[in-house]
T-cell receptor, first 112, second 115 residues
Framework: SQKIEQNSEALNIQEGKTATLTCNYT??????LQWYRQDPGRGPVFLLL?????KEKRKERLKVTFDTTLKQSLFHITASQPADSATYLC???????????FGTGTRLKVLA | NAGVTQTPKFRVLKTGQSMTLLCAQD?????MYWYRQDPGMGLRLIHY???????AKGEVPDGYNVSRLKKQNFLLGLESAAPSQTSVYFC??????????????FGPGTRLTVL
């Protein structure tokens, strides 16, 4: 069955460092991969979309890579700030479908 | 522009009771989704709709029904609530643009407890 794995353990990093989160998947060939941010008690908020034919996408301090051979996406936050503390979810969608499959998310805590 | 709204925000039910969760979006989006989020399980798709009058099953549809009579509204019904349906429910919507699907916009969630 299709499976998406994100590090279930919280990631603690020091302010100013680069945070790197991982999203691995199996038994799936996604055409699109998204990253969302979720704060406690709130709904997820979209951050970035990357397509299967794209290796890297950037938006301000955010960078996403997509390696379809390794079946992995990396999500980087450079110059991290305490305000970046949240849970980050990856979501995958195949071509020809309207449905996204979500990972369980990784909780990031940026320490001041 | 309110985006995606959900009603109610909190609800406590007894086993066997029924209820309807309402999702409304004012972005004229074609697609709407209902998810549930449980600790350690992530977001799981219950039902979705690709347009007014159409619905389809997601990953965990049992025990739920949906209706999309108007483009802006997507209703999720629980006919006979069970404790296993205790969860946080999120509604989301997205649009079709230029042949590529855009991001999903999520509502604030409904926290449901079934005793």
């Amino acid at each position: 069955s299709q499976k998406i794995e994100q590090n279930s353990e919280a990631l603690n990093i020091q302010e100013g460092k680069t945070a790197t989160l991982t999203c691995n998947y199996t038994n799936y060939s996604p055409a699109y991969l998204q990253w969302y941010r979720q704060d406690p008690g709130r709904g997820p908020v979209f951050l970035l979309l990357i397509r299967e034919n794209e290796k890297e996408k950037r938006k301000e301090r955010l960078k996403v890579t997509f390696d379809t051979t390794l079946k992995q996406s990396l999500f980087h936050i450079t110059a991290s700030q305490p305000a970046d503390s949240a849970t980050y979810l990856c979501a995958l969608r195949g071509s020809g479908t309207y449905k996204y499959i979500f990972g369980t998310g990784t909780r990031l805590k940026v320490l001041a | 522009n309110a985006g995606v709204t959900q009603t109610p925000k909190f609800r406590v039910l007894k086993t066997g009771q029924s209820m309807t969760l309402l999702c409304a979006q004012d972005m004229n989006h074609e697609y709407m989704y209902w998810y549930r989020q449980d600790p350690g399980m992530g977001l799981r798709l219950i039902h979705y709709s690709v347009g007014e009058g159409t619905t389809a099953k997601g990953e965990v549809p049992d025990g739920y029904n949906v209706s999309r009579l108007k483009k802006q509204n997507f209703l999720l019904g629980l006919e006979s609530a069970a404790p296993s349906q205790t969860s946080v429910y999120f509604c989301a919507s997205s649009s079709l643009s230029g042949g590529l699907y855009n991001e999903q916009f999520f509502g604030p969630g409904t926290r449901l407890t079934v005793l």
